[in-house]
């Protein structure tokens, strides 16, 4: 009669030994002073590269390393709170990898995790492709709250996209609880639905286009880091001249941020004469912010739909512009630039289009009719510009700081034109200054033309065929330099 000997076999009413302590970490990327996880390294001290396997965590949390002389193990010690469900997810599908390290004395410090080819091995849903795209948005994250350490992590952006199913749900494990809630329950009833035979192949194809959008974008927390109010200045003043009362209302909504480290809970309004610089100064406030921007017409809005998206139940649904808009920017903080706002009212449609932006602008969360969830938008500052305040509605007007912005005197349009616009034409036409000179005369000529009109587009314009013209003498009549007149300018200009 065979005997078995059970000596070794595991014991699956063995409760897991858990070896490691977390620790909270927000830091962009992983060094050997600040590294992922830390592995015991008292028996040995492991190699700079290392092969092997992190071990089952219903088992044990170890790593165990492939080596010439054996499979020896080591504890994990201590764990980025971000990569706690990482390394648990590799651990349970027994993914090949390779550490990079430096031994310590707190032991060795991993700062680097690749997957390599092995036979037969299992792999992950894009390969190595996947893994480091998983550990960059662990690493773009903020450490999750101590009482929720025992799941995933979310987002970042790379070059890879979430795309097929399988690597929806693999992120969807490795993210976790980094998400927001509720998009974390929501990406999981959609899951369901792209899986489903249940449903009609149309409904799963929305559903899995509805979870690849929501899964490219990196969910951030409303915390904003310290932003230098000299550097600010100085962004302020390369991009617009005079303008020191609107300069100062940014200043002073920086300095904000730096006390509180949130958004201020009104936007910008910029209301003034077109071609006053109104969408340089928002440009110049997303370059400030450090956030990416995206734009917003409004005059060409003329059906709310196009703002909230249509229904799943059409064949040919879509999500809304302002949900693509954060598709495109891969992040949830951005800068929205909403031009042209006082045309919002003057929908031709099924409603106002203005009404739509209320609830982005309230930063409670805006709903997208495809997407069909709430979209947070704590991390959004609009910017709006509008040529009149009256015909902006009060409910639409109360989200916002109004900023009003006069209109140029001729001296600074004469500075305007002669250190700003014409230098910035030359210097993009690959022209010397030298080869294209305005006498004070002529400066007067161009500031008179154009004495009646609002803005310094027409300045710009100006400069642009002046400069066009000393080209075109310089190269089809060889002369070494134009100098511009009073007549001269009158007979180009008109």
């Known amino acids: 009669m065979p005997v078995f ?68 193990n080591a504890d994990i010690l201590q764990v980025d709170s971000r990569f706690v469900s990482l390394l648990r997810w590799l651990g349970e599908h027994h993914i090949h990898v390779q550490l990079s390290g430096k031994n310590t004395e707190k032991g060795y410090a991993v700062y680097k995790i690749r997957e390599i080819a092995f036979g037969g091995g299992t792999k992950l849903s894009a390969e190595d492709g996947f893994l480091q795209f998983m550990i960059e948005r662990l690493l773009a994250s903020s450490a999750p709250s101590e009482e929720i350490l025992d799941e995933e992590q979310e987002e970042m952006g790379d070059d890879m996209k979430l795309t097929s199913l399988q690597s929806i749900t693999d992120f969807m494990t490795c993210a976790g609880r980094t998400l927001p809630e509720n998009i974390r329950l929501w990406a999981r009833r959609n899951l369901a639905v792209a899986r489903s035979n249940e449903v009609s192949q149309e409904e799963r194809r929305h559903a899995q286009r509805a979870l690849s959008i929501m899964m490219n974008i990196q969910w951030k927390q409303n915390y904003f880091g310290a932003i230098d109010p000299k550097e600010a200045r100085r962004i302020l003043d390369e991009e617009l001249y005079g303008m020191e009362r609107v300069k100062q209302r940014i200043i002073e909504t920086i300095i904000q941020i730096n006390r509180t480290h949130t958004l201020p809970a009104y936007g910008l309004l910029l209301v003034g004469p077109a071609g006053t610089g109104k969408s340089q100064i928002a440009y110049a406030v997303a370059r400030i912010l450090k956030l990416p921007w995206t734009t917003l017409d409004m005059s060409s809005i003329n059906d709310p739909e196009q703002l909230t998206g249509s229904s799943r139940v059409y064949a040919n649904a879509k999500p809304g512009i302002i949900m693509e808009a954060f598709s495109m920017a891969g992040a949830s903080n951005l800068v929205f630039i909403i031009n042209e706002l006082d045309k919002a009212s003057s929908g031709k449609g099924n ?51 109004v900023i009003d912005i006069p209109d140029y005197t001729p001296e600074e349009k004469k500075i305007i034109f002669s250190k700003f616009a014409l230098p910035k034409v030359l210097k ?27 803005g310094i587009r027409d300045l710009e314009q100006a400069a642009e065929h002046l400069a066009a013209n000393a080209l075109y003498q310089i190269e089809a009549e060889h002369a070494k330099s134009v100098v511009f007149d009073r007549n001269m300018v009158e007979n180009l200009l008109g």
């Open 351 to 401: 409603g106002n289009p203005a009404d739509v932006l209320l609830t982005l602008l309230d930063n409670l969360g805006f709903t997208d009719n495809y997407m069909e969830c709430m979209i947070p938008t704590v991390g959004v500052y609009p910017i709006a510009t509008a040529n009149e305040k009256d015909q902006i509605s009060a409910p639409l007007m109360s989200r916002f700081a």
């Open 428 to 454: 993009r036409m690959q022209m010397k200054e030298s080869e294209c000179i305005i006498t004070p005369e002529a400066l007067d000529a161009v500031i008179e033309k154009y004495e009646h009109t609002t």
């Open 5 to 72: 000997d059970f000596s070794n076999a595991s014991n699956p009413n063995k409760e897991a030994e858990c070896t490691y302590t977390t620790f909270q970490s927000n830091e962009p990327e992983a060094t050997p002073d600040k590294p992922i996880l830390i592995l015991e390294n008292q028996k040995k001290k492991w190699a700079h590269h290392s092969n092997g396997f992190f071990t089952n965590p219903n088992q044990r949390t170890s790593f165990e390393f492939e080596e010439e002389e054996g499979k020896p």
